[in-house]
């Protein structure tokens, strides 16, 4: 991308693809905080932000997720022309809501796999935090990998971005089906309370792979606050079987 450099950097408890999810408020209780560059850093810049609920955020998509590791960035570089266009973009895509195997045109949908790695997002406002080195914006409900950096901030004004008649599209005949999460009450006390409800969330909306074999003895992991969440999903039910401290 030409012009345009992150104000800010929101960090939330997600540091991998594996587990966001895909949309925001799918997982409400997700807690993210915004820090602003520098030269960015002005607590006058968000005077009278606090007094709305909800927020835009524009941020970009490193190696076709939200966020990323340098080797990602390195790796998102690679695959843009020097206007910053994504090379490797695809004309159709195959959404997580129809099961991985139905294509639909890449504007239909909020895929990854766009021209310009641009994506929006609607967060609550939680909180202004007004610092000595600037203002943190705590939220809720982001659909953000950890270190995504963040181009605009707005905010939600209910009578422009409401729209009560507004149709869902493909969307509307492609329901999605949570997960049920059985999680013995000695491994949720491992987990701070405050991550608990999110933690759930995350899990009850299936973070596999659309699509994903039927494999109710495969363990899955993800990494969450700090842990690492270990899991098995036979169908419909997705069984939580440990909690470790994340490796680094």
Partial sequence: MTGMEPIAHIHTDLPQKFGIPRNSFLAPHLQGHIVFEPEFASNAAVEGLDSFSHLWLLWRFENGTPGGTANDIAADAKSQDRSGTNVKWSKTVRPPRLGGAE??????TRSPFR?????LTCVKLDRVELTDDGPIIHVLGADLR???????IKPYIPFADCHPDATGG????????ELDVEFPQAL?????????PGLVEVLCQDPRRAGS???????YHLAYAGLDISFTVDKTQLTVVAVNDAQD
Avoid: C, S
């Fill in 213 to 219: 074999k039927h494999e109710p003895n495969r363990v």
């Fill in 170 to 177: 493909w969307i509307e005949g492609a329901p999605w089906q």
């Fill in 146 to 152: 950890d270190g995504t950096p963040i181009y605009d």
């Fill in 115 to 119: 021209p310009n790695p641009i994506g």
């Fill in 188 to 196: 949720q006390d491992m987990v701070p309370p405050a991550k608990l």
């Fill in 103 to 108: 294509r639909v045109g890449v504007f239909a």
